[in-house]
């Protein structure tokens, strides 16, 4: 089993930067493709980015490819996503999440969620 809880929410202006932290518990964190997702008041939850269980592949949703960047540490247990160039519409609860070997970016495929960090944009 593994435990998730994401940090480095808050405020950004657009066109800073923010970076948010997911830290995992329990040996077999490596074991695990990571994905972060993000949920706006009143949309659906979405794939942003995702990162297989030795560090690639890796994959980005098309509005945040070349803004966002997503990289692990298994010794530390630890993925985190770098947020650049924000925009107002990047403001969303961010959700890591961990799936046992396969990456995929469907949020409903994977097994165990943080329980989230927001992220407010302002221009």
């Known amino acids: 089993q593994v435990q998730l809880v994401e940090s480095g929410g808050g405020l950004g202006q657009a066109g800073g930067s923010l970076r948010l932290s997911c830290a995992g518990s329990g040996r077999t964190f490596s074991t695990y493709a990571m994905g972060w997702f993000r949920q706006a008041p009143g949309k659906e939850r979405e794939f942003v980015a995702n990162i297989g269980y030795r560090g690639s592949p890796i994959m980005f949703a098309d509005d945040v490819k070349g803004r966002f960047t997503i990289s692990r540490d298994n010794a530390k247990n630890t993925v985190w996503l770098q947020m650049n160039s924000l925009k107002p519409e990047d403001t969303a609860v961010y959700y890591c999440?961990?799936?046992?070997?396969?990456?995929?970016?469907?949020?409903?495929?994977?097994?165990?969620w943080g329980q989230g960090t927001q992220v407010t944009v302002f221009s």
């Open positions: 999440a961990a799936r046992y070997r396969v990456i995929s970016r469907r949020w409903d495929e994977y097994d165990y």
